[in-house]
């Protein structure tokens, strides 16, 4: 270890011995500027090491020519330091010469647009170098978004129409169920008396002299997506007024009556977003045909005339709603017959309505319908035809006279074929036919708090030869 330790000094001693000794033979050089030297002195000690790589090597005990002084210089070391020397001191020339060429260069450049007094031009900012980048595909066109179609009829309020519902808001709605109830009782006075409190001649009211539950509904529509139901129930008297006039129960096995005893409505269907909107639903409907609702309480009478009691309650079967605008709805109807659970013969009954609200205070209905609804007789059909225009004239809320309304309805309709025949009837083949009319006024007071119609209407029911018996009306 000491002889390692004495050598590593002595290696040391030769080293600086060296440096000196370039020194020695380097400062002398004088002529060269100072800056020059001293870079040319800093890249000559950097690189002094590798000049003496070979000197350095120590000499092995016992070797040809002993061991070898470190601090002495060899002649083509000095040499070789020399010519490196040189070139160092080239280098520097030629970037002298190269930096001068760029400074008159920027000088020509900005002679041209100097003016006196002008600053000198500022040098040119160094821009960080662009790296490319693979270019990005331009982004898919999208068209804008086409705003959705505007939701039929409700571009006006039209709960002042006759049959439609005076509730605004919904009591319970959600995202998928709004709820409804409705109790509808009633008392009924007759000036005739009858001694067992019926009322004969009707189809909306039963009995007389009592109070009486005639509706109880609990139900609400079903709305998630495009599936779409609705259901409501009928307990009181309707459950029994409402099937008592349908002999198709009669053909055929189970008991139809009691199945649908106590359900005025219920179905289920699928709604499209086309046009304004297309439904298809199937099942139990409250009837298209007349101006009058089967809810009482949403009439402008609570009796209505002979002209709308001659039209159905209820059909069971298939509907198409197609709305083309938002004041326009065509609706074609495939059902099992006139007020009716199942077929009275093998043909379906067909209908179609059309309803067009121009405005907020115009209403045009048209009903139509066609079928074979005569029990045991095939070849007999029914053509009935419904026809409604409701006007408000008069719409001042906040005056004692809130708002004024009238409605005209004409009906007509005949049956043809089966011994009948819609007109020119004979003994064998007697006319059936009937034509009526209806017009009612109605006036709002106070906010809608009070309200008073006025109606009026007659009604011919045509018939030649030989009647058909009928006990009870057999439609309202």
């Known amino acids: 270890m000491r002889h390692r330790d004495r050598a590593i000094r002595a290696s040391g001693r030769g080293l600086e ?25 800093l890249a000559a000690l950097l690189a002094y090491p590798s000049w003496l790589r070979a000197d350095d090597t120590p000499t092995a005990p016992g070797a040809s020519g002993g061991s070898a002084d470190p601090a002495v210089l060899t002649v083509p070391t000095v040499m070789t330091l020399k010519e490196e020397v040189v070139a160092l001191r080239q280098q520097v020339e030629q970037l002298k010469r190269d930096q001068n060429d760029r400074k008159a260069s920027i000088s020509a450049e900005a002679a041209p647009d100097s003016k006196p007094g002008a600053a000198p031009p500022a040098p040119p900012a160094t821009e960080p170098p662009v790296t ?7 982004a898919p066109a ?13 571009f006006a309020d039209f709960t002042w129409l006759n049959g439609n519902s005076r509730q605004k808001d919904a009591v319970l709605d959600t995202k998928v169920f709004t709820g409804e109830f409705r109790v509808d009782a009633n008392y009924v006075h007759d000036f005739n008396h009858p001694k067992d409190h019926t009322l004969d ?8 002299g009592e109070v009486q539950v005639q509706q109880l509904g609990i139900g609400g529509d079903f709305h998630f997506d495009h599936a779409r139901g609705r259901l409501m129930t009928q307990f009181g008297m309707y459950s029994t007024l409402t099937p008592r006039n349908d002999s198709s129960p009669s053909r055929g096995q189970w008991d139809m009556t009691t199945a649908y005893r106590y359900v005025s409505e219920a179905y289920g269907g699928y709604h499209w977003d086309k046009l ?17 609702s089967y809810y009482s309480f949403d009439n402008w009478a609570y009796m209505p005339s002979y002209v709308s009691a001659n039209t159905p309650w209820f059909f069971n079967g298939l509907r198409l709603q197609i709305f083309t605008s938002d004041k326009l709805k065509i609706e074609p109807w495939f059902i099992n017959g006139w007020q ?20 907020g205070s115009v209403s045009l209905l048209s009903n139509s319908y066609w079928g ?13 035809s419904d026809n ?13 006279l809130g708002k004024a309304a009238f409605s005209f309805t004409g009906d007509f309709g005949c049956e043809t074929g089966g011994g009948v025949s819609c007109t020119g009837g004979s003994p064998t083949s007697p006319t059936q036919n009937f034509i009526g009319f209806m017009l009612y006024n109605r006036l709002w007071f106070k906010k809608d708090v009070v309200a008073v119609t006025l109606g009026a209407g007659a009604i011919t029911n045509r018939s030649t030869g030989q009647r058909r018996p009928r006990a009870r009306p057999t439609s309202r």
């Open 17 to 41: 011995t060296r440096r000196k000794q370039v020194a020695t033979w380097w400062v002398p050089s004088s002529s060269l500027p100072s800056l020059t030297a001293r870079v040319i002195l």
């Open 132 to 138: 490319e980048q693979a270019p990005t595909p331009p």
């Open 142 to 154: 999208t068209s804008p978004a086409k705003p959705a179609a505007p939701e039929p009829f409700a």
């Open 201 to 208: 001649g009707a189809a909306e009211s039963g009995r007389t």
């Open 276 to 292: 304004n909107g297309i439904n298809l639903d199937a099942g139990i409907f409250m009837s298209y045909v007349g101006l009058f």
């Open 340 to 359: 009716s659970y199942g077929k009275f013969n093998e043909a379906p009954g067909l209908g179609l309505q059309l309803l067009w609200r121009p405005n």
């Open 372 to 384: 074979k609804d005569t029990l045991g007789v095939p070849d007999r059909k029914r053509i009935h």
């Open 388 to 400: 409604s225009l409701t006007v408000k004239y008069y719409d001042h809320p906040d005056g004692v």
